[in-house]
């Protein structure tokens, strides 16, 4: 079946500190992988997608095909980093092309 | 110019009522979804339309019925109201890309139902 697992329901840490989203997928084919973001109050807005190989406000991640993870990183978290982060992999399923979404990492970035 | 949008953003209404959410995009997408948020913030995708026609429906109670009259809007439509239908509804769009494959998604601000 396909999966996807962020381990964190929430993480912590303090603001300047490293911090790191994890995601496993368990996914037939090769998946497209993205990272969805939702702050407060907002709405889900995409933070980066692997085929671009970018950073966007500090953030990258890497798809490791070995070890079916896609975990999001950033060197020097920020307060305003605190929000939802979903890793969600798009792959071929029944019934055409799905996202399915991880339940959810609550990052809160202390001051 | 709002990408998606959702009306309306809050709902309250009691249990055993019908209502129904809009939403619209004007990127032109040819893909639309219907997400459901609930209390613990897990998102689960309930409908999904490619051009008007339903490609994608998971395992929701048939008092959910979409609707898509053109390929910019796609409703919700739900039937006797249960409480568990209390959570945020999303609405999102994508281009279908080469073979089929969709893109990124782009999200409506949500509608709060609230079943009392």
């Known amino acids: 079946a396909q999966r996807v697992t962020q381990p964190e329901k929430l993480l912590s840490v303090f603001k300047g500190a490293p911090v790191e989203l994890k995601c496993n997928y368990s996914?037939?084919?090769?998946?497209?992988l993205f990272w969805y973001v939702q702050y407060s109050r907002q709405r889900l807005q995409l933070l980066l997608r692997?085929?671009s190989r970018e950073s966007i406000k500090g953030f990258t991640a890497d798809l490791n095909k070995g070890e079916t993870s896609f975990h999001l990183k950033k060197p020097f978290a920020q307060e305003e980093d605190s929000a939802m982060y979903y890793c969600a992999p798009l792959g071929r399923n029944t019934g055409g092309f799905k996202t399915i979404f991880g339940a959810g990492t609550r990052l809160f970035v202390k001051a | 110019d709002t990408a998606v949008s959702q009306t309306p953003k809050y709902l309250v209404t009691q249990m055993g009522n019908d209502k129904s959410i809009k939403c619209e995009q004007n990127?032109?997408?040819?893909?639309m979804y219907w997400y459901k948020q609930d209390s613990k913030k897990f998102l689960k995708i309930m409908f999904s339309?490619?051009?008007?026609?339903?490609?994608i429906n998971e395992t929701v109670p048939n008092r959910f019925s979409p609707k898509s009259p053109d390929k910019a809007h796609l409703n919700l439509h739900i039937n006797s109201l249960e409480l568990g239908d209390s959570a945020v509804y999303f609405c999102a769009s994508s281009q279908e890309g080469p073979r089929g494959r969709t893109d990124t998604q782009y999200f409506g601000p949500g509608t709060r139902l609230t079943v009392l």
């Open positions: 996914y037939s084919g090769s998946p497209e």
């Open positions: 339309y490619n051009n008007k026609e339903l490609i």
């Open positions: 990127l032109g997408h040819d893909t």
């Open positions: 692997h085929i």
